[in-house]
């Protein structure tokens, strides 16, 4: 733990950077419930009055990098001025701060040496969650980019828009970082041969990030993938490419839900290692969070979304149509499955299979093709002891087993 403090507008500051960690999501991966896990831990607290006050979104603010560092520590002092303690490991919390390409460079001029955690869930199980989510956000503008479309029509139309893009942001240079080209070649046509894309795997092993080593044609690349709030931002190997740019992978945890879900433990103690924090008090394995909570937990892999209750909802999902907020939530998360502590295709027994010919199959099809590159990317990471390696049952729902 952090000894003695400074003083601001008299107030104590940890002795220091401000700030020691900072939890960047991903989005619709399951923060919440390892936020309200951590909230177990004592020795751990957060930036401002919750948890949503980050450093790129400020009360106030805009979604900037360059926000006001001095209204920044008045949020960085909220909790340790309420719980009159300068000893904490105070964390910045920021769900979406993955996908934001200036980030980690402004999370690194806060603090060289912080600690960046990271939450990961199955690239296609994420976006059938992020879909829901938006067609129940009334009045938003996420609800406004999908209100008109079927799940399957949508996955068509963003691919798509998607595939532009990069073609767009290829004529501007050959981008080093292939991963994207790759991966827009996958799904627009099969004319990436397995030996070119191979070696394009090959190529993006090595992270370029914004003000890191990113040239023009892979900014605009990312920013393609940062815009596609829904698809884009699943291919969680180029956001994370821009924080190894900054970070070097001893500052980096990586965690996956299907193993918060199963053994919540065991994750947390990993957690609480890589932050230097004390064990909490209370046993993680004892605690039952409320339903809501566990909402972005359950997990189903790749083209095994099929069998989820999700699923179905989704395929029978019309243009303009609102699922039920309840059946949606359950959907979505497998809660029983998960509170139960089940595994990562517990919710492959909550439906009934969707018709594998059918429109929204497809979709999921495409989608498994899409990120195959992606995942390739992580696993790849993983064996090289950047990143924790990921579920092995990705490398099977993304047919990497038989590469």
């Not at 991966?183 to 191979?198: H, L």
């Not at 956001?239 to 053994?263: C, D, K, T």
């Not at 099809?365 to 696993?379: E, G, I, M, T």
Request: hydrophobic share 40%; glycine share 8%; charged share 15%.
């Amino acid at each position: 733990m952090v000894s003695g403090s400074l003083s601001w507008k008299g107030s104590a500051l940890p002795a220091g950077p401000p700030i020691h960690y900072a939890v960047v999501g991903g989005h619709q991966c399951g923060t919440s419930v390892l936020w309200s896990y951590g909230r177990l831990n004592t020795a751990l607290t957060f930036v401002g009055h919750f948890r949503n006050e980050h450093f790129a979104n400020m009360p106030g603010k805009a979604a900037l990098c360059d926000n006001s560092i001095e209204d920044y520590l008045d949020l960085v002092t909220t909790q340790l001025r309420g719980r009159n303690r300068s000893d904490l490991l105070v964390g910045d919390w920021g769900a979406m701060n993955l996908h934001c390409l200036c980030c980690p460079a402004s999370l690194r001029m806060i603090n060289p040496e912080l600690k960046v955690v990271l939450l990961l869930r199955d690239p296609v199980q994420r976006v059938m969650s992020a879909f829901l989510a938006a067609r129940r956000l009334r009045m938003h503008l996420w609800n406004e980019w999908t209100r008109n479309y079927t799940f399957a029509g949508y996955v068509e139309h963003e691919l798509a828009s998607l595939s532009a893009c990069f073609a767009r942001a290829r004529r501007f240079g050959s981008s080093r970082n292939s991963s994207s080209s790759s991966s827009s070649s996958s799904s627009s046509s099969s004319s990436t041969t397995g030996g070119q894309q191979q070696q394009q795997l090959a190529d993006g092993a090595v992270p370029h990030g914004w003000g890191g080593g990113m040239d023009l044609s892979e900014w605009m690349e990312a920013q393609c993938y940062a815009q596609s709030h829904l698809l884009g931002w699943s291919a969680y190997d180029v956001f994370l490419s821009n924080y190894l740019a900054h970070f070097p992978p001893r500052q980096l945890l990586v965690l996956y839900a299907s193993q918060l879900a199963a053994q919540p433990a065991a994750v947390m103690a990993r957690l609480e290692a890589h932050l230097g924090a004390p064990p909490a008090r209370e046993r993680y394995d004892g605690v039952k969070l409320p339903p809501a909570v566990l909402t972005d937990v359950g997990e189903c892999n790749g083209v095994r979304c099929l069998q989820t209750s999700a699923a179905q909802l989704l395929a029978g999902l019309a243009p303009g149509e609102q699922p039920p907020r309840s059946a949606g939530a359950a959907a979505v998360a497998g809660i029983d499955a998960a509170s139960a502590g089940a595994g990562a295709n517990a919710t492959a027994a909550a439906g009934v299979a969707v018709d594998p010919a059918s429109p929204f199959a497809r979709a999921v099809a495409a989608l498994a093709q899409f990120y195959a590159p992606h995942v390739a990317r992580l696993v790849r990471w993983g064996q090289e002891g950047r990143i924790s390696p990921p579920p092995a049952e990705w490398s099977e729902a993304y047919g990497l087993d038989r590469r």
